[in-house]
């Protein structure tokens, strides 16, 4: 099978019992499991395909008939189905390729999770309004007993965009999510929802710059390597830092770190974006940085100024740095993006411009990024929390950040339901 790395689609897969009780082998593509093959009974199956993703190659399967849609509904076989519509957008322009933050929970009219044929969400599938072109998804964190997060990525998006989401089809026998969560984030270089109990924070991107918890040159005992989930994030979880009692006037502590993106070619062209809240603020706690220290002459940096809870300092390839003003940041969520371009800097707190046309360049440098202190952790750490990090390449309008921030502090940005009942496996 080949496809276009840039679509996801539907697969239908026939298997029939041509040799008496065997059932016949898939690639993995169509499995839930790690091996390199699988076994599905005879009947018919549902899955969906990211090309670029799961099949490279031509790929030959004994006795298996599979068909590739690109017409007819995805929907059937759904007994659950609801409609979404973009309904908190407020910028002019019409946005391409636009994850999107789905809420779930029971507050929704007639939603339930006892709906759903895999208890981890595995047969939720998100198409257009038609129910004909599947949106590829990525499940952020799943609780039955409470609100879920997912991120689906809308090919446009305006106000009033509207898509639909089913679930409870007995036939989808993989995880949707597994096979179109890369694809979510294919304009990204690095994305970390933060939202593992502890240790390693994953990125959610195909690039695997997953960030390791680190102390640095701080060995003291009671700064553990390993770092726990805040309960009480932007979107979920998020991740906290602690601060060593033996160092609390230095700021020692731990933090994470990703291992170098240089091959990605970022250079200094590149977005960065995270929100952050602190408990305190020592000296100047390094947020986010990519420098042995302030003064060299490479990579890139952000960190407040010295004890200030309302200014962040924002560094280049310089020992320079200029402010950028920031809404209170102490037991308060923040959301900055800064814009690195060339050697124009830009930067927006809470959806907001803040500071623009500032000469700062930064360059790449061979280390990695570090999320709540500098890359050797010889610096001060951050004490408090960070949530949804995210790195690209490029550029972004100013409507497109405003809407990434309103669609995680506006809980009415999307429209639900109510549920209805679906095609049916009848059809």
């Known amino acids: 099978l080949k496809g276009d790395p840039a679509k996801t689609y539907l697969v239908e897969l026939t298997a029939k019992d041509l040799d008496g009780g065997t059932n016949l082998p898939v690639k993995t593509v169509f499995c839930a499991g790690a091996s390199t093959t699988c076994c599905v009974p005879p009947g018919r199956h549902r899955f ?8 490279q190659t031509d790929g030959e399967f004994p006795r298996v008939a599979v ?3 690109a017409t007819g509904s995805a929907l059937v076989g759904y007994a659950r189905q609801m409609a979404l519509t973009v309904d908190g957008y407020t910028g002019a322009e019409t946005l391409t390729n636009v994850p999107v933050l789905v809420r779930l929970s029971t507050a929704i009219d007639g939603f339930s999770y006892a709906d759903f044929v895999d208890a981890k969400g595995g047969d939720l599938i998100f198409t257009d309004e038609s129910g004909s072109i599947v949106y590829p998804h990525e499940i952020d964190e799943w609780h039955t007993d409470g609100e879920s997060f997912v991120w689906v990525k809308l090919p446009q998006m305006a106000n009033g ?12 026998i993989t995880h949707n999510s597994q096979l179109s969560s890369h694809e979510v984030w ?3 270089a690095g994305v970390w929802h933060m939202n593992e109990d502890s240790g390693t924070a994953y990125d959610s991107t195909a690039h695997g710059l997953d960030a390791l918890p680190s102390f640095g040159t701080n060995t003291n005992v009671d700064v553990a390597s390993e770092m726990m989930a805040y309960e009480i994030g932007v979107c979920g979880r998020a991740r906290q830092n602690e601060i060593s009692e033996v160092n609390e006037t230095k700021g020692c502590g731990n933090y994470l770190l990703t291992p170098s993106y240089d ?11 995270g929100w952050f809240r602190a408990e305190q603020v020592v000296n100047y706690p390094r947020m986010i940085s990519r420098k042995y220290e302030s003064s060299d002459k490479s990579g890139w940096e952000i960190h ?17 740095s200029v402010i950028c003003p920031t809404p209170e940041m102490k037991e308060a969520w923040v959301n900055i993006t800064a814009i690195y371009s060339d050697a124009v800097f830009s930067c927006f707190t809470n959806g907001v411009l803040s500071l623009t046309g500032e000469s700062v360049a930064a360059t790449d440098n061979g280390l990695g990024l570090a999320f709540g202190c500098n890359p050797p952790g010889n610096e001060n750490t951050w004490c408090g929390q960070y949530d949804e990090i995210r790195l690209r390449g490029g550029s972004l ?10 669609m995680i502090v506006n809980r009415n940005f999307l429209r639900y339901g109510p549920v209805d009942n679906g095609k049916g496996e009848a059809e």
């Open 48 to 55: 969906t395909w990211d090309a670029d993703a799961d099949i």
């Open 186 to 188: 294919r304009d990204y």
């Open 263 to 273: 091959a990605l070619g970022l250079g200094g062209r590149f977005v960065v974006s």
């Open 67 to 69: 068909s590739v849609s």
């Open 397 to 406: 309008s100013a409507d497109r950040i405003k809407a990434d921030y309103d």
């Open 304 to 320: 407040p100024r010295q004890n200030s809870s309302t200014n962040i300092s924002v560094r280049g390839a310089t020992g320079g």
């Open 161 to 172: 965009t509207k898509f639909k989401m089913a679930y409870g089809n007995s036939q989808i």
